[in-house]
């Protein structure tokens, strides 16, 4: 979200699901915090993809010459959302509301909720071969290489994870 002309408010955000039968604490906040993108000494931390992003916005300067770029073909949808941004931006202007926006939570769509568990979901467990879901794997030492790892929540995680394994090994037993 744009704060001015040359700073942004990055928002990431995750969700974790657990089984019905796995208890999950319920939370009274949501945690947050701020992701590091330098080190004490001043170097850049590049070592987790929100990073590594981070830097590429970063590297460009805070204000890019638009002007001057040469858009390819492959560059149409940066082009349309351009538009549609610039369409949007307009409609805010002359006092009306942007598409997305949802003032009413019982006009939310589900889908920005977030989901249920389905175990034949692999977008909500993830494939269960090896460690293709390294988040299903943070209790296995698999979350030091996110940006997940400087979470207040993680020990949770580590734990709801834990619990999932547990309880999937029994159903195999």
Not at 130 to 138: F, L
């Amino acid at each position: 979200m744009p704060i001015d002309d040359t700073h942004t408010y990055h928002i990431n955000y995750g969700c974790y699901l657990a089984p019905p039968q796995v208890h999950v604490p319920v939370q009274e906040v949501i945690p947050w915090y701020n992701v590091p993108l330098f080190d004490d000494a001043g170097k850049p931390l590049l070592d987790f993809v929100l990073a590594q992003d981070a830097h590429a916005w970063i590297s460009q300067g805070p204000i890019t010459d638009r002007t001057k770029e040469q858009l390819g073909r492959t560059d149409i949808p940066i082009v349309f959302m351009r538009r549609q941004l610039e369409e949007q931006m307009a409609i805010v202007e002359d006092g009306g509301e942007p598409m997305n926006v949802f003032r009413d939570p019982d006009r939310m769509p589900d889908l920005i909720h977030g989901g249920l568990w389905d175990e034949k979901d692999s977008a909500v467990i993830g494939i269960r071969t090896g460690v293709s879901n390294y988040r299903a794997a943070y209790h296995k030492g698999y979350g030091i290489d996110d940006a997940d790892r400087y979470g207040p929540a993680m020990p949770l995680v580590v734990e709801m994870m834990q619990k999932i394994e547990e309880l999937e090994r029994a159903e195999v037993d």
